[in-house]
Antibody
């Protein structure tokens, strides 16, 4: 049974940096693709990027150079860092596992999500 | 980026009746391996999304057989043969072909 749990601050000030961690059980972060996806309140889903292969990353260009992912294999965790936060970054942030099957990347496990509000 | 659209955006359904959701992509999701890289997810109220269908027509583990996916290229359909109360929520299609992976806007299914 694969489980993912996000942790981090629920409130971030404008211009500050968001740091979130996802703790994984039931699978090793050394394998598979590990993603961050967000959902602004009342809106749809936006893929931020994934980390895989012991640290390789692919980011959504919409986030330009603001986002960084990292892995901590000793704790079986992966993390997101998003700089220069604005009100537009207010969202539920999900961590998830993406499974590469025949070149297709389905999202087969999701965390419960954590609401991050950007406000002074 | 591949743009995903869905219709309808709102779908009221009577329990026991069928339901159908359409998803279109701005470019073909059919890969050279003959598979369509299109997934369907359901986000029940207050929950995280859950995988329903992958590679266009394959039900994920534990998904009831009243759910089916079809289509190819740029046009896809999710069908529910007989809607049950537990099926309410927002249905999203997602292209899993190329990064950045992109989702449709969602279809809200509720019970009449």
């Amino acid at each position: 049974q694969v489980q993912l749990q996000e942790s981090g601050p629920g409130l971030v000030k404008p211009s500050e940096t968001l740091s979130l961690t996802c703790t994984v059980s039931g699978a090793s972060v050394d394998t598979y693709y590990w993603s961050w996806i967000r959902q602004p309140p009342g809106k749809g889903l936006e893929w931020i990027g994934y980390i895989y292969n012991s640290g390789r990353t692919t980011y959504n260009p919409s986030f330009k150079s603001r986002v960084t992912f990292s892995l901590d294999t000793s704790k079986n965790q992966f993390s997101l860092r998003l700089t220069s936060m604005t009100a537009a970054d207010t969202a539920v942030y999900y961590c998830a596992r993406q499974y590469n099957h025949l070149g297709s990347f389905r999202i087969d496990y999701w965390g419960q999500g954590t609401l991050v509000t950007v406000s002074s | 980026d591949i743009v995903m659209t869905q219709s309808p955006l709102s779908l009221p359904v009577t329990p026991g009746e069928p339901a159908s959701i359409s998803c279109r992509s701005s470019q073909s999701l059919l890969n050279s391996n003959g598979n369509n890289h299109l997934d369907w997810y359901l986000q029940k109220p207050g929950q995280s999304p859950q995988l329903l269908i992958y590679l266009g027509s394959n039900r994920a583990s534990g998904v009831p057989d009243r759910f089916s996916g079809s289509g190819s290229g740029t046009d896809f359909t999710l069908k529910i043969s007989r809607v049950e109360a537990e099926d309410v929520g927002v249905y999203y299609c997602m292209q899993a072909l190329q990064t950045p992976f992109t989702f449709g806007p969602g279809t809200i299914l509720d019970i009449k």
